[in-house]
Each structure stands twice: as C-alpha cells, then as structure tokens.
C-alpha cells in the first residue's frame, strides 16, 4: 500500500512539473507583434501590452515596421493585413494568412 502511494506521489509530481515547464513554452511563443486597427501592436503571452514604437527585428532577421511591412532576412517584402500576427521567430498567425512575398531588387 505505501509503495502504491508512493509511485502516485511521484507520478503525480512528475507531471505537474512537465506541465508546468510546457506552459512556460507556450508562453513563449505567444509573443511577436500584431496588426489591430490599422496600427501594429506588441503581444506578450498572448496578450496587447503596447503600441510599437520602432521598427522590430525577429529571431529569423525578419524586420517589422511601424506600418505592418516586413522584410525578410533575403529581402522578400510584405505588408500585415488586420488582425494577422507575427510570432518572434517569424511565424504567421491570424485569420488572413494569405499575403504575397515578393522579392525586391535592393
């Protein structure tokens, strides 16, 4: 009987301590910047805590200007339509994600 307990306690300790290590993962990912009425917005664990005030630089060499334009890393181009988010590693979001890359000669 106290075996038994003993293997529960420690599955149970387990798991909340991989749960707990996979929302602060999740966490994570929910922040990037976002197009919200026609002006771009910070998010931090999936929640607006500010206007962008500057152009912005993702991990994947991305850049996010204040008018929603992005510039990839290889100089593909475009522009964040309403509600479309932009994860910090680069990732799309939104309900629109049908936008157009285009290459620029620069």
Not at 57 to 73: A, P
Not at 98 to 103: C, S, T, Y
Request: aromatic share 2%.
């Amino acid at each position: 009987m106290m075996k038994y307990r003993t293997v529960t306690l420690t599955v149970v300790g387990l798991f909340l301590s991989v749960s707990f290590l996979a929302s602060s993962g999740v966490a994570a990912e929910k922040d990037g910047v976002m197009m919200k009425d026609g002006k771009m917005t910070m998010m931090q664990d999936g929640k607006e805590v500010a206007r962008m005030d500057r152009e912005t630089t993702l991990s994947d060499g991305t850049r996010v200007m204040m008018n929603g334009r992005m510039v990839t890393k290889g100089g593909k181009e475009m522009q964040l339509k309403e509600g479309q988010i932009v994860m910090k590693d680069g990732k799309m979001m939104g309900d629109d994600k049908d936008v157009k890359l285009e290459k620029t000669d620069k």
